[in-house]
């Protein structure tokens, strides 16, 4: 455009000259900036599409070879996708235990962790956050060093003190050591502690009762945290190995990364095939409730406090 | 509809006294306003009716019923806050009723009593919609809905304009006070703009460190200030005051001790005839700012800078004015401040030479 206006003006000035050759100049590092810009886009991508390929590419491969016949797991060079989908793999999975058993008492177990954490921890860390009393410091501080105990450090005291109990091989046994989260407390605590105290003083002069206050305004703005905090728990405690492997002597009991550890064990030699197929039926479940609950675990990342 | 009467207040943060035996009523009926400087205690006291913060001593009635032990829900008083604390996770709806629901109101009168409230406040279009998809002006009307669901004996407004923007900000001023007229309830209001206070209050309650300094109709504050804090709040610009032996060239005679002389801007007059009897100071004008009807100037006298309003009057071009403030709008405080009525006296001769520079 300047340019044109400069060729039908004429060069005659100097200064329109110099201005024209200015011009110029901008226009070369506004196509330069393009393409520099164009560049970064492709490099932005790129590097995007690696990232999922090397979070993805174990995930694929799982999925692959939990359709392979065995000799085909083992082949070199591997391949992507099998000549025919065993789907057998995933009934002889289900079919190497009690998996059936296994399945209920991960989701019983699981799921009995997440609701007395939200039981526990939501009154605790309001009342951390939220009320002045004495020793509230120090008892918060006591919750913060549980954060620093291995579970090695004391796994053989509660199982001694379960075994008292006559609490090992029963789900009660496997839920109640983690009846509450110092983790859980901490996360929850910081969020409530953002909230304006006027709200819950407006809340107040509304004639509500504490119980109110808490479940009707505190939590529902806490949400995208609580979620994300259900969602570790829950992933933590279906994947855990460990605890069930030390707290149960039997099947009645026991949990699904349990019964896919054992596949290994049933014959000589590693069935691939069927352990990758035995993992899928374990991560399944996280995978649904991961997709259901995205959305908040996005939104309390981004997750910026109520103006 | 109540009387609000505070008791020998105090209260204490840790050791800091905040207010001291404060003694206060609040007429049925009254626009109220509390205003002071910030911490000068007006927002503590305003909670402390609302019972969100204790006393530390003292009696607080509402009607009467000493309330001193009941919770907040049940004082029967509605709080508007400066930041309008909605509730973020619910709709509009359920911001309103939720006072309601608190109270045990059946289904069928809620709905009705909301939807009376929404429209006399103009919300009825947005009622499902959260507060944060709603404008500054709109959260503003539901904090105010919210409130007066309850129909309450006292409402409390803690700086409910001051998140606004001035144009609208004037428009919902004169909104409240339409909103008063009509509820006929006690409102009580704290803020720290004396221009909002004057505009609104039919009771004005001047505070600073804790200490009512004067609670009386806004004229009788502005003509009749009890001290020097009152004087110097009130007025927009407020009062021009220097200390006595500043004031070169008054003439007095004083049976007490006089700290302060002070007027209000309006009242002196600039090049006045000589004819025009009263205390004349020379001085260069500093700046002026035209607001249209009124002008105001900043001078630079030998007794220090004070400013001067003139309405309606042209423009004052020269920069050595004299200025003229008559005898009778000349007020006298004590060495501590107080307000002087009687036993001054200034001489009531022009005085061939005064000030100047």
């Known amino acids: ?307 | 509809m109540a009387k609000i009467e505070l008791k020998n207040i105090s209260k204490k943060f840790k050791d800091d006294t905040v207010i001291q035996n404060l003694n206060l009523t609040i007429k049925d009926g009254s626009f109220t306003v509390l205003v002071g400087p910030s911490g000068c205690g007006k927002s503590t006291t305003l909670r402390m009716v609302a019972g969100l913060e204790k006393q530390s001593d003292g009696e607080i009635w509402i009607d009467d019923t000493c309330v001193n032990d009941t919770p907040p829900g049940m004082r029967d008083v509605a709080m508007v806050f400066q930041n309008y604390a909605l509730y973020p996770t619910m709709s509009v709806r359920g911001n309103i009723e939720f006072g309601l629901k608190n109270r045990g109101v059946a289904r069928g009168e809620r709905d009705k009593l909301v939807k009376d409230i929404s429209e006399i406040v103009g919300l009825t279009p947005h009622l499902d919609k959260k507060p944060q998809n709603l404008s500054g002006g709109q959260r503003q009307r539901v904090a105010l809905a919210r409130a007066m669901v309850k129909q309450p004996k006292v409402f409390i407004l803690d700086e409910p304009l001051s998140n606004l923007d001035a144009k609208l900000r004037n428009q919902m001023r004169t909104e409240l006070i339409q909103l008063h007229k009509r509820l006929g309830t006690t409102f009580v209001y704290v803020t720290h703009d004396q221009v909002e206070a004057m505009s609104m209050g039919d009771e004005i309650v001047v505070m600073n460190k804790g200490v009512i300094q004067q609670a009386d109709s806004p004229m009788k504050l502005y003509h009749d200030p009890e001290n020097l804090f009152t004087a110097e709040f009130i007025g927009t610009p407020a009062m021009n005051t220097m200390q006595m032996r500043d004031a070169q060239g008054l003439d007095i005679q004083a049976s007490v001790g006089i700290g302060y002389v002070g007027f209000r801007p309006e009242q002196a007059l600039i090049n006045a005839g000589p004819d025009s009897e009263g205390y004349t100071v020379e001085g260069e004008i500093l700046t002026r700012e035209s607001l249209g009807a009124e002008q105001i100037y900043q001078i630079q006298s030998r007794s220090g800078v004070f400013f001067v309003k003139t309405f309606l009057a042209p423009v004052v071009t020269a920069d050595h004015v004299k200025v003229t403030i008559p005898y009778e709008h000349l007020y006298y405080f004590g060495l501590s401040g107080e307000r002087l009525r009687s036993g001054v006296q200034a001489n009531r001769k022009q005085l061939a030479t005064v000030g100047g520079i």
Request: glycine share 6%.
């Open chain 1, 1 to 307: 455009m300047l340019k044109a206006v400069n060729r039908t003006i004429g060069s005659a000035s100097i200064g329109t000259a110099a201005e024209g050759k200015r011009a110029d100049v901008r226009s070369g590092k506004a196509v330069l900036r393009k393409a520099l810009r164009a560049v970064l886009q492709v490099i932005n991508v790129a590097g995007m599409l690696g990232l999922v390929l090397v979070f993805a590419m174990p995930f694929v491969w799982m999925i692959s070879t939990s359709l392979k016949t065995l000799p085909e797991t083992m082949i070199f060079p591997p391949v992507w996708i099998p000549e025919n989908f065993v789907w057998q793999n995933y009934a002889d999975a289900w079919n190497t235990g009690p998996f059936l058993s296994y399945f209920v008492n991960s989701v019983v177990i699981a799921v009995g962790i997440l609701i007395l954490q939200m039981l526990t921890i939501i009154p605790a860390s309001f009342a951390f956050a939220r009320y002045k009393f004495k020793g509230s410091g120090f008892l918060f501080g006591i919750v913060m060093v549980t954060l620093m105990i291995p579970a090695q450090l004391i796994f053989l005291p509660v199982y001694l003190e379960l075994s008292a109990f006559k609490l090992l091989n029963t789900h009660l046994g496997l839920i109640l050591p983690f009846a509450s989260s110092a983790f859980g407390i901490f996360l929850l605590r910081q969020a409530f502690m953002q909230i304006s105290d006027e709200l819950i003083e407006a809340a107040r002069l509304d004639q509500a009762a504490e119980w109110k206050i808490i479940v009707q305004i505190m939590v529902p703005m806490v949400k995208p945290v609580l979620v994300t905090f259900a969602l570790f728990s829950f992933i933590a405690h279906w994947n855990d190995y460990f605890w069930p492997l030390v707290m149960t002597t039997n099947e009645t009991a026991r949990t699904l990364p349990l019964g896919i550890a054992k596949i290994r064990d049933v014959e000589g030699v590693a069935t691939w095939n069927t352990l990758m197929a035995g993992n899928l039926i374990l991560v399944a479940p996280i995978l649904v409730v991961f997709f259901l609950s995205q959305r908040q675990i996005i939104k309390a990342f981004v997750y910026n406090g109520v103006k």
